[in-house]
């Protein structure tokens, strides 16, 4: 074992969430207290940039300070929270978090989740209405996954600044819930990266920013591919173990764990060395090389 020198740690601060998404790809359980994060965080601080994440870390409020701590400006959240309760807003903003991550699956959101989006539109209006940046996570999956262009314009009448596209991983709900026939085969992953440029090079950032996750693996098209999982970025869960990437939490898949003081301790012969391919795409939808 030896200790973690990369930059990044993701922290998922909680499995608990108040919805249950069909393609949600969580496998962990449990959540840090209050009382341990006061411990952890100020130690891994020093070393380390942190991501705090989670499920729905949203639901306790006791986390914003470490957001503010870390100096992490933005939350994720399926948006339910503050429908149910926008005086939530006023804790985000005191802990200077001035960016919401929306989960917002266009044209299957009804679908997967409980929140639908004209629900979701609504969470919107309230976020922009107290100045926040909204960034939507948008998971495409094949009954959406040509609707680049359609999408992007969808999010700018509906007051999004950012939009960031990821796909159905066979792992957690999404493997049980989906069978095979749902998840984006090379070519269709290909054709979402060709259409995301396209659309990139037609729309002003001013007017959205388009982004899109790892998990589709590299571009055929351009050579600049590199994934930083266990290499340059690791996630710690509430039991104190280490994992790779956060899409790729299970019982085979950790690589380490936190000791009594705050070391980050990894078994390197764990942890793939190549860098140019995704994965959790190839070990779980057998993508890639």
């Given at each position: 074992?030896?200790?973690?020198n ?7 601060l909680?499995?608990q969430?108040?919805n249950?998404c ?10 840090f207290?209050d009382?341990?994060l ?11 940039t942190?991501i ?7 639901l306790?409020p006791?986390?914003f300070?470490y957001?503010k ?6 939350i ?10 926008p005086?939530?807003?006023?804790q985000?903003?005191?802990n200077e978090i ?7 699956h266009?044209?299957i959101q ?5 929140i639908?989006e ?5 969470v ?8 926040f940046?909204v ?6 999956s094949i009954?959406?996954?040509q609707?680049?262009?359609k999408?992007?314009k969808k999010a ?14 066979s ?6 819930s989906?069978?095979?026939?749902e ?8 054709q979402?990266l060709h259409?995301?440029n ?9 007017d959205?920013?388009i982004?899109?996750c790892g998990t589709f693996g ?18 710690l869960?509430?039991n104190?173990?280490i994992?790779?990437c956060?899409?790729d939490i299970?019982?085979?898949s ?16 764990k ?7 995704c994965?959790?795409l ?8």
């Open positions: 074992m030896e200790k973690y990369g930059k990044y740690v993701t922290i998922m909680c499995s969430c108040n249950n069909k393609h949600c790809y969580i496998r962990y359980s449990g959540r207290t009382e341990e006061a411990k952890l965080i100020p130690v891994l601080n020093q070393k380390y942190i705090l994440n989670g499920t729905e870390p949203i306790f006791e986390y300070k957001f701590m870390v100096n992490e400006h933005r994720l959240t399926n948006g339910i929270e503050i429908l149910k309760n005086s939530i807003i006023s985000l903003l005191e001035n960016e919401v991550w929306l989960s917002y266009f044209e009804d679908k997967i989740s409980r639908n004209d629900e979701l539109n609504k919107i209006q309230i976020l922009k209405q107290n100045k940046i960034k939507l996570m948008c998971s495409l009954h959406n996954y609707n680049i262009s999408i992007c700018i009448e509906i007051g999004a600044d950012k939009i960031k596209f990821t796909n159905f991983i792992q957690g709900n999404a493997k049980d989906f069978n095979n026939q998840f984006l085969s090379q070519e269709q992953i290909n979402v259409d995301i396209k659309t990139r090079e037609i729309t002003l950032k001013k959205l920013i982004q899109r590299p571009n055929q098209n351009k050579n600049n591919f590199q994934c930083l999982a266990g290499q340059d970025m690791i996630v869960t509430p104190g173990k994992y790779e956060v899409f299970s019982n085979d950790c690589i380490g764990y936190i000791d009594d003081d705050y070391n980050l301790m990894l078994d390197r012969n942890i793939s060395s190549k860098q140019n391919h994965k959790v190839k070990k779980y939808n057998g993508i890639g090389d």
